[in-house]
Nanobody, 112 residues
Framework: QVQLVESGGGLVQPGGSLRLSCVCSGFTFSLYSINWYREAPGKQRELVASISRTGSMTNYADSVKGRFTISRDNAKNTVYLQMNSLKFEDTAVYYC?????WGQGTQVTVSS
């Protein structure tokens, strides 16, 4: 079955970095664009970044442009989200979406 498994979340200080991974299985990974979303407490889930099937096209929410980078390795069926210069407001559960399926999410907490 289709499965997406996120990892890499954790507790980080403001200004720090984290790299999230989303390992995908159960579908032909290279045929699908993949998206990262996040959901903060009391807020709606929002799109953070997306990447095309080949990785040639990426898009970002204005709030993360210049700080986050999405990438993919089609040989490993994995999408990454490199997050730099993290801010308090980046605290959320981060989810990946692909082939109409959500992962279980990984918690990112930015706190001093």
């Amino acid at each position: 079955q289709v499965q997406l498994v996120e990892s890499g979340g954790g507790l980080v200080q403001p200004g720090g970095s984290l790299r999230l991974s989303c390992v995908c299985s159960g579908f032909t990974f290279s045929l699908y664009s993949i998206n990262w979303y996040r959901e903060a407490p009391g807020k709606q889930r929002e799109l953070v970044a997306s990447i095309s099937r080949t990785g040639s096209m990426t898009n970002y929410a204005d709030s993360v442009k210049g700080r986050f980078t999405i990438s993919r390795d089609n040989a490993k069926n994995t999408v990454y989200l490199q997050m730099n210069s993290l801010k308090f407001e980046d605290t959320a559960v981060y989810y990946c979406l692909g082939a109409a399926t959500w992962g279980q999410g990984t918690q990112v907490t930015v706190s001093s």
